[in-house]
């Protein structure tokens, strides 16, 4: 079981055929509604990958609410453990796509879902493994403590956090941190990523990684450097891309693929992803993924 904790979304998009140099008024090529949300988004990659997936997350009483929770019906994800807050907006947020995939993303909170502080009891077991956001920090902080305890194996998503002393803890704790650039930059302050990636795996003596988009993806192991890089190919959304990557990385763990290959696998899949448009209705299958693998490569740097 992958059980993933953490941001779920209502995501209204719409496709503009590109940004204007300043704000002016443009027309929208069309505009649909969609289930976001790092952790949720990775719950529904796992289960389309094949794996049995279980969703923990925090969900208003509204007309949102209602369509999210239809979406996790869909496709048999379990969410029996979120939180269903009352007199609450589920979190919402509103995309601007071009026609190269590049995206604006305004995101909305109901305060009284974020200041929601009680978190479920878990039972942790040696065969699930868990993927976490940044977002809902305290069911974050407690599955990495207990994940570390236990011995299990946690993807940590970091990005999109103010540096703190759960922050540190989480990636200490996470048997898989891996930031996107910008949370990398957060986290060691702008210093070179290279740089940035050793001092993290000195301080944890652990794997740790990056995600740096069409860059591709870098990581430390065995205190060597590594990278897959991203294949060519033509972006038609990016959207969810990295939520994508880190519930592949969480099911190749499952089907107990090396660091390096289910860095591998994580990188096709979202590649994949990348190549159509339609959110959680564009994520590849597993069919697919093996066939796209042979064109991805690792080099060791150092």
Same mark, same amino acid.
């Given at each position: 079981?992958?059980?993933?904790?953490?941001?779920?979304?209502?995501?209204?998009?719409?496709?503009?055929?590109?940004?204007?140099?300043?704000?002016?008024?443009?027309?929208?090529?069309?505009?649909?509604?969609?289930?976001?949300?790092?952790?949720?988004?990775?719950?529904?990659?796992?289960?389309?990958?094949?794996?049995?997936?279980?969703?923990?997350?925090?969900?208003?009483?509204?007309?949102?609410?209602?369509?999210?929770?239809?979406?996790?019906?869909?496709?048999?994800?379990?969410?029996?453990?979120?939180?269903?807050?009352? &007199?609450?907006?589920?979190?919402?947020?509103?995309?601007? =796509?071009?026609?190269?995939?590049?995206?604006?993303?305004?995101?909305?909170?109901?305060?009284?879902?974020?200041?929601?502080?009680?978190?479920?009891?878990?039972?942790?077991? &040696?065969?699930?493994?868990?993927?976490?956001?940044?977002?809902?920090?305290?069911?974050?902080?407690?599955?990495?403590?207990?994940?570390?305890?236990?011995?299990?194996?946690?993807?940590?998503?970091?990005?999109?956090?103010?540096?703190?002393?759960?922050?540190?803890?989480?990636?200490?704790?996470?048997?898989?941190?891996?930031?996107? =650039?910008?949370?990398?930059?957060?986290?060691? &302050?702008?210093?070179?990523?290279?740089?940035?990636?050793?001092?993290?795996?000195?301080?944890?003596?652990?794997?740790?990684?990056?995600?740096?988009?069409?860059?591709?993806?870098?990581?430390? =192991?065995?205190?060597?450097?590594?990278?897959?890089?991203?294949?060519?190919?033509?972006?038609? =959304?990016?959207?969810?891309?990295?939520?994508?990557?880190?519930?592949?990385?969480?099911?190749?763990?499952?089907?107990?693929?090396?660091?390096?290959?289910?860095?591998?696998?994580?990188?096709?899949?979202?590649?994949?992803?990348?190549?159509?448009?339609?959110?959680?209705?564009?994520?590849?299958?597993?069919?697919?993924?093996?066939?796209?693998?042979?064109?991805?490569?690792?080099?060791?740097?150092?």
């Amino acid at each position: 079981m992958i059980i993933c904790a953490g941001s779920i979304f209502t995501d209204y998009i719409s496709r503009i055929d590109k940004f204007p140099k300043k704000p002016i008024k443009v027309l929208s090529r069309g505009i649909d509604k969609r289930l976001g949300g790092s952790a949720a988004v990775s719950a529904f990659t796992a289960k389309i990958l094949g794996c049995n997936s279980k969703f923990i997350g925090k969900f208003g009483d509204d007309d949102s609410s209602v369509f999210l929770k239809n979406e996790f019906k869909k496709f048999s994800i379990n969410i029996t453990k979120s939180v269903f807050i009352k &007199k609450c907006q589920s979190s919402q947020s509103f995309v601007i =796509e071009d026609t190269k995939g590049e995206r604006l993303l305004a995101a909305f909170n109901d305060p009284r879902l974020l200041e929601y502080k009680s978190i479920p009891k878990l039972i942790f077991r &040696k065969q699930d493994i868990y993927s976490i956001d940044m977002r809902w920090m305290d069911i974050a902080s407690n599955i990495a403590i207990n994940t570390s305890i236990k011995n299990i194996k946690c993807v940590a998503d970091l990005d999109n956090f103010k540096n703190s002393k759960k922050i540190s803890e989480i990636i200490n704790k996470a048997s898989h941190p891996i930031f996107s =650039e910008e949370g990398l930059k957060t986290y060691k &302050k702008n210093i070179d990523m290279k740089i940035a990636l050793f001092q993290i795996f000195n301080e944890t003596k652990k794997f740790v990684a990056v995600t740096m988009g069409s860059k591709g993806v870098y990581w430390v =192991e065995n205190n060597s450097l590594y990278h897959c890089k991203v294949p060519k190919v033509k972006t038609v =959304e990016t959207n969810c891309a990295g939520d994508v990557f880190h519930g592949a990385f969480a099911t190749a763990l499952s089907l107990n693929k090396s660091n390096s290959e289910s860095i591998q696998f994580a990188t096709a899949t979202a590649t994949l992803k990348c190549m159509k448009a339609g959110g959680i209705y564009s994520i590849p299958n597993l069919s697919m993924v093996n066939k796209f693998l042979k064109n991805l490569k690792i080099r060791k740097i150092k």
